[in-house]
């Protein structure tokens, strides 16, 4: 009786959003409901439409409509995960408060170094506004803090396994020359012509134009990154050694100093842009120095299984209706 009552409620709310008095045009409708809330077209569209509007830039025809039905399946997908993340983090009795979200966002520019204004300039650029800003930085506040306590806090990793890592991976703590680098990559996809290549590289290099000018790396790193991951660690993708990239990147990254941008670098498959935050010499390192870093990598993996595995049952006792 009660999902017969919610479906019902919430086939009423489609008519109030979807109508107006003398409209017979949807104007907007639910396209996923996620336990006691919902997703609506509106909500996809505003997803959605800094990549639905670069796929139409460089894609056309049947391709195209390919690519962005998929890409719409694939927002709407992490939209849901989304609300399961916030409604398990109301659940857990885990909040964010203001003055925590101002401290993060003072750091972020701290970080940077750029200036109120100047952030807000660039928001204005990107066509985003500082509340939806400071809407994003406290979900990832609580996504961070739900994933802690659920997931993070029981993953443990032994010596042993610290041990067998670093026998498996000894190569790897050989102390080759090494770069530390961020990267902004933006792909060229499949099926692309001349002109939607040529585009693509134009705005690579109005992205190296503003960072040259003093736009933060780390902002454009973030809108290009193809997961969240990356886009919060603003690009950095940690140290590479000679022989762990592309030719053409290695070259560019061994040959930059450190704080210095490259130029736009062409691959086979888009163009890069980096940047190196330090570097370090050869040398043979003992497992005392990289057991940090060793312990960082295992829990990372332990991490993204455990993650998936949780976002799973949490999907299996939702209820979940795609409408699109």
């Known amino acids: 009786m009660i999902d017969f009552l919610k479906k019902m409620l919430l086939g009423a709310l489609v008519l109030v959003l979807g109508a107006a008095p003398g409209a017979a045009e949807i104007v907007d409708r639910i396209v996923a409901v996620v336990n006691e809330d919902i997703i609506t077209l509106s909500d996809l569209n505003t997803a959605f439409e800094p990549y639905q509007r670069r796929i139409e830039q460089t894609l056309s025809g049947a391709e195209r409509d390919k690519v962005i039905a998929e890409g719409r399946r694939e927002i709407l997908n992490q939209l849901v995960d989304g609300k399961l993340i916030e409604q398990q983090a109301k659940r857990s009795g885990i909040t964010v408060k203001d003055d925590e979200v101002d401290q993060t966002i003072n750091d972020i520019l701290k970080r940077r170094n750029v200036s109120m204004a100047e952030f807000l300039k660039v928001l204005e650029r990107e066509g985003e506004t500082m509340e ?29 396994e610290i041990g067998e890592y670093y026998r498996q991976h000894r190569e790897d703590y050989e102390g080759k020359e090494a770069v530390r680098v961020r990267q902004i990559f933006i792909p060229i996809p499949r099926g692309s012509d001349d002109r939607a290549v040529k585009r693509l590289r134009e705005e690579a290099e109005e992205v190296r134009r503003k960072i040259v000018a003093g736009e933060p790396f780390e902002l454009f790193a973030a809108k290009y990154a193809p997961n969240q991951a990356l886009a919060a660690a603003g690009g950095d993708i940690g140290f590479i050694e000679r022989g762990a990239v592309l030719p053409e990147v290695e070259e560019a990254a061994f040959r930059l100093k450190v704080d210095e941008v490259s130029g736009v670098i062409a691959v086979e498959n888009g163009f890069y842009i980096l940047k190196v935050t330090d570097k370090r010499g050869a040398g043979l390192k003992p497992i005392q120095e990289v057991r940090q870093e060793i312990v960082a990598k295992i829990e990372e993996k332990k991490m993204a299984r455990r993650f998936d595995e949780w976002m799973a049952e949490v999907r299996k006792k939702a209820y979940i209706e795609i409408r699109l």
Request: charged letters at 40%.
């Open 132 to 160: 939806s800003y400071r809407h994003d930085i406290r979900n990832q506040l609580l996504r961070q803090r739900l994933i802690r306590r659920e997931v993070q806090s029981k993953i443990v990793v032994s010596d042993e």
